[in-house]
């Protein structure tokens, strides 16, 4: 007996990383909306030019795909316990899978075998293609930045590794992100880079288009297409080669004088950090949160470190600095300046071009209502998340490393080090940490890595001990 589509995607859904009910069991998976798109022809038949879009290829004709090649556009809900979520999918269909697509085989319908359609170049350029035409294909609505040139002739790659949502890379050009759990409404990232890309902000990555539909009645983005930097490394893997040279070198060296020392680049994103800090708070309003509200937010802290515990029982030892650190934030009473930030800000979310650090994916913490992604908040919380990161850095490598014990106090030499050339270089670059700042960016890192027991306990259970080291970590 053949399956149905929806029986096949509950079956294979649980297996995508980027999958955010991992664990619970799926009472119920539907179709809301689904879009067949067109992939016959050049995407000149879908929609005549709109004024202002300027394709560079005119004349460039895609391949079509084959002609047994279809693919739909789906909007599905997940119900698992009480809550129900709402994913994107692009399926494919085919008579026969070919070899390069059965790993992302979804399963047999009596449409064809179903796909994960992200993964075939063949179809995946109508969506670039329908961005730089401006198209609206069934409810789906494709648009791009004013004057934006788009070449729609290159193909596309997934980009590999662990994330939360699909980037499709398009020659060295364009990278299109595919948010993959939807919330309704205008991402914040869209919202942000646009409007720090108006202002020429040398900090971010170029924005070239967006896919938008009607969920839930709210006008909410689908997709996100930037300049993709194909010479650009990112920061983890930066800051990791410099640890790797660190573990290496022979014992009693210090980190300063190792070759791939780290603490200049360091300071050079405290800077940039201090910059883009700058340039959010003209493009956005600004306020502040006065001491009752402090208190709130205090409680807040509470709240979720508790709720950390109740799912990590292993936090509840050591949970005692967390308390102290709240209980020092709820006495502040001075107002904090509050403004928009990045929310989820670590290493892995900056690249180093030749001449700058790019800031990428201004989404806030996957998993938070959208009201408090996109809520004034204080810069201070970005600088805890990137002193977050420096420690992860330090201390990843050692959780199967044979000499961790002796290369703990070199980890915390490097995370030391780093973590203030960064604090510097945001002074430097005209950033503020001084008086109750320091109070509160202890707050920060401390509910931040409560955050982080729970991400990893369900992400990637053999990294919990770094974020339970933060509540063991002096005072700094
Ligand atoms: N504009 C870009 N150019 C080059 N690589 C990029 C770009 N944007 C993202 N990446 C790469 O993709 C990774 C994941 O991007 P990110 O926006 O953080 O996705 P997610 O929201 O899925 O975590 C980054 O760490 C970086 O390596
Ligand atoms: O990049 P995302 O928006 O998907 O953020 C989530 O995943 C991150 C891991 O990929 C996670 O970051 C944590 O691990 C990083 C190392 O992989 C480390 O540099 C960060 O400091 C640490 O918080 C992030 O918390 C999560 O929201």
Redesign the pocket.
């Known amino acids: 007996m053949r399956h149905t589509l929806e029986e096949l995607l509950a079956g294979w859904i649980t297996h995508q990383r980027w999958f955010a009910g991992k664990g619970r069991a799926i009472a119920e998976l539907a179709i809301e909306a689904g879009t067949p798109l067109p992939l016959r022809g050049p995407a000149e038949s879908l929609h005549s030019d709109v004024a202002g879009s300027s394709r560079t290829t005119d004349d460039t004709v895609r391949p079509p795909a084959s002609d047994d090649v279809s693919v739909r556009h789906l909007v599905i809900t997940v119900r698992q316990e009480s809550q129900t979520d709402r994913y994107q999918l692009l399926v494919g269909f085919r008579p026969r899978l070919p070899q390069r697509l059965r790993h992302v085989a979804i399963g047999e319908t009596e449409d064809g075998f179903a796909y994960d359609a992200v993964h075939d170049a063949e179809v995946t350029g109508i969506l670039l293609s329908s961005i730089a035409d401006g198209a609206d294909l069934g409810g789906l609505r494709f648009r791009h930045m004013p004057g934006a040139e788009i070449d729609t002739s290159p193909r596309s790659l997934v980009l590999g590794g ?4 699909t980037s499709l890379v398009f020659g060295d050009a364009y990278i299109c992100k595919m948010f993959r759990k939807l919330v309704p409404g205008v991402n914040p990232e869209l919202e942000v880079v646009s409007a720090l890309a108006e202002r020429g902000s040398p900090n971010i990555a170029r924005p070239y288009g967006w896919i938008e539909a009607d969920v839930a009645g709210e006008n909410t983005t689908l997709a996100f297409a930037q300049e993709f930097l194909p010479t650009a490394s990112d920061g ?1 893997a930066l ?1 990791l080669t410099s640890v790797r040279d660190l573990y290496g070198s022979p014992q009693g060296t210090a980190a300063a004088d190792v070759g791939g020392d780290f603490a200049s680049e360091s300071h050079r994103l405290g800077m940039a950090t201090a910059h883009l800090h700058q340039q959010l708070a003209t493009a956005f309003p600004t306020g502040t949160v006065e001491p009752p509200d402090i208190k709130r937010m205090a409680e807040g802290f509470r709240r979720r470190l508790e709720a950390a515990i109740e799912e990590v029982p292993e936090l509840a030892g050591h949970a005692e600095a967390a308390h102290e650190a709240f209980d020092r934030l709820a006495d502040v009473d001075r107002p904090i300046t509050v403004q928009r930030v990045h929310g ?1 800000y ?4 900056v690249m180093r071009t030749f001449s700058e650090w790019i800031v990428l ?1 201004f ?1 806030g ?3 938070q209502p959208l009201s408090e992604r996109r809520a004034l908040d204080t810069p201070v919380r970005d600088v805890a ?2 002193l ?6 330090a201390r ?1 490598l050692l959780s199967d490393h044979p000499d961790a014990k002796s290369l703990e106090p070199r980890a915390a030499e490097w995370a030391g080090r780093n973590r203030a050339a960064f604090i510097e270089g945001y002074s430097a670059g005209g950033g503020h940490i001084r008086g109750d700042d320091a109070v509160l960016l202890r707050a920060l890192e401390l509910s ?1 890595a409560a ?2 027991v729970i ?2 306990a369900r ?2 259970p053999t ?1 919990l001990p ?2 339970l080291a933060a509540f063991t970590l002096d005072d700094r």
Do not use: C, T, V
């Open positions: 662990e994330q939360s949502n983890w800051a989820d670590h290493l892995g979310q994916d989404e913490e996957p998993g998340g990137m977050r990161s420096f420690d992860y850095a990843h931040k955050y982080e991400y990893e992400n990637r990294w770094i974020p």
